[in-house]
């Protein structure tokens, strides 16, 4: 998703490099299955947390159209209100004021579970997010990373207000509401693994060793669907989340989203290299490299798997809902509009990381 990876990047740069996982997960074994199909629930309940705050109205948003209100209705239903609900509007408050604090959607893709991320926000409030304070060097690592997010004393009060919020969250409504789910779609998690592994995968590999993202996970999250969440870990321990599909008949969607964060690895520096000094100034990056990455999630997919193009472009026509009565290829070229310039050195960049002409 282009502001908040912009924003990440940024956040590398200026706290201590990389985040904390960056800098110990490349150097493990690299596995069999390299890119393994996963859910993580806590990373599920933080963006869902998100997902209920947030203010969303860019043309492909940042979280599943309607997700929010079909939240209300299910807890309404079952008569069940939490901390996240009685919370919301001061929560949400902050979150408007702050526009930074978004970029905290990021911060639970470092985790490898809920015990860690737990005992990283438990040491990062413990200290006032002061490294020096921690007990060894692990922890002092998950401050310095926590703090990028929430570096002030303002952040960090919300940063503690929020987790709180989302464990009422998860112990009167997420939990018992996630494990439904996952059982709901169960084929569609099934078939999304499949259609990844023996189809996708396989087509991408030459790319994705060209755009140093040879492995990861790839977690399916309910809260998402058009923008996925992409955290660089180094070559071989890449996180990207995807949405989670409804239905074994709509597993390609994942996919789809998959195309859209890969290609983040080439379309953010070629809209950054291709950038004139008053575009800069006019803060046009950001619009550009989310319009580059819908258009380059499509060239992805037209040079690896030909055949999953015209899903792809409808699939982004749907979620950005654009009506069109024609070629759906042709349709999404005119919804995400680039100068021929641009869009034909990233075309060119995609093809040069297929290590192709």
């Keep these: 998703m282009s502001r908040l990876r912009l924003f990440l990047a940024f956040l590398a740069a200026v706290t201590f490099g990389a985040p904390v996982a960056a800098q110990s997960r490349d150097s493990l074994p690299v596995r069999t299955n390299q890119w393994p199909v996963k859910t993580r629930e806590f990373v599920d309940l933080w963006l869902h947390g998100f997902a209920l705050l947030a203010d969303d109205s860019l043309p492909v948003p940042l979280f599943r159209r309607g997700y929010a209100e079909a939240i209300t209705v299910e807890k309404n239903r079952r008569g069940i209100v939490t901390d996240l609900d009685a919370n919301a509007d001061s929560l949400r408050a902050q979150l408007r004021k702050n526009a930074s604090l978004a970029g905290a959607q990021f911060a639970a893709l470092a985790f490898e579970s809920e015990a860690e991320m737990d ?3 438990e040491a990062f409030f413990s200290t006032n997010g002061e490294p020096r304070k921690a007990t060894n060097s692990q922890a002092a690592q998950m401050i310095s990373y926590l703090a990028g997010y929430f570096p002030n004393a303002d952040d960090r009060a919300w940063a503690r207000r929020f987790t709180n919020a989302l464990q009422s969250e998860r112990t009167k409504f997420h939990h018992v509401w996630w494990v439904e789910e996952q059982r709901r779609r169960a084929q569609a998690l099934a078939t999304v693994d499949s259609l990844w592994q023996g189809v996708l995968r396989p087509s991408l590999s030459r790319f994705l060793a060209g755009t140093k993202q040879v492995g990861g996970s790839l977690l399916l999250a309910l809260p998402l669907e058009g923008e996925g969440r992409t955290m660089p870990f180094g070559q071989r321990q890449n996180v990207i989340v995807v949405p989670l599909p409804d239905s074994a008949g709509a597993a390609a969607d994942a996919l789809y ?28 990056g950001e619009r550009l490299t989310a319009i580059a990455l819908v258009r380059g999630g499509l060239m992805l997919l037209q040079r690896a798997a030909p055949q999953m193009a015209e899903g792809y472009a409808r699939f982004y026509l749907r979620v950005a809902r654009v009506t069109y009565t024609d070629n759906p290829l042709d349709a999404l070229e005119r919804a995400f509009p680039l100068h021929a310039d641009l869009a034909g050195t990233l075309r060119r960049q995609i093809d040069l990381s297929f290590g192709g002409i």
């Design 119 to 121: 005992r990283g926000f």
């Design 257 to 284: 989203v998959l195309a859209h964060e890969l290609v983040g690895a080439v379309a953010s520096s070629v809209v950054e290299d291709n950038l004139s000094p008053a575009q800069k100034r006019a803060g046009e």
